[in-house]
Nanobody, 127 residues
Framework: QVQLVESGGGLVQAGGSLRLSCAAS????????MGWFRQAPGKEREFVAGISWNGGSTYYADSVKGRFTISRDNAKNTVHLQMNSLKPEDTAVYSC????????????????????WGQGTQVTVSS
């Protein structure tokens, strides 16, 4: 079992930045593909960003490409999402997820639920 806990959410003005963190316990994260998802009120959960087990590959939703950066520190069992140039439409609950599949792009494109999920952290961007 992997337990994931997100932090770093909050209220920020449009154009601002936030850095989300995801801390894992139970197992080392180095075996898992990691990702960030978000869900806005009244909308379905959507993929935001993903990173392969060794950090060698990343993948982003078009809506955040060039503004968000996902990274991981396997030694510290953490994953981060740096969010810059935030927009009101980025407002959502952001959750990190872990999956044992190693092919990042294939995992994202299958749209299946990932193995482990955190509870989420609220990000609110005011206009």
């Amino acid at each position: 079992q992997v337990q994931l806990v997100e932090s770093g959410g909050g209220l920020v003005q449009a154009g601002g930045s936030l850095r989300l963190s995801c801390a894992a316990s139970g197992r080392t994260l180095s075996s898992y593909t990691m990702g960030w998802f978000r869900q806005a009120p009244g909308k379905e959960r959507e993929f935001v960003a993903g990173i392969s087990w060794n950090g060698g590959s990343t993948y982003y939703a078009d809506s955040v490409k060039g503004r968000f950066t996902i990274s991981r520190d396997n030694a510290k069992n953490t994953v981060h999402l740096q969010m810059n140039s935030l927009k009101p439409e980025d407002t959502a609950v952001y959750s990190c997820a872990a999956d044992s599949a190693t092919a990042l792009l294939r995992l994202v494109l299958t749209h299946r639920p990932w193995d482990y999920w955190g509870q989420g952290t609220q990000v609110t961007v005011s206009s």
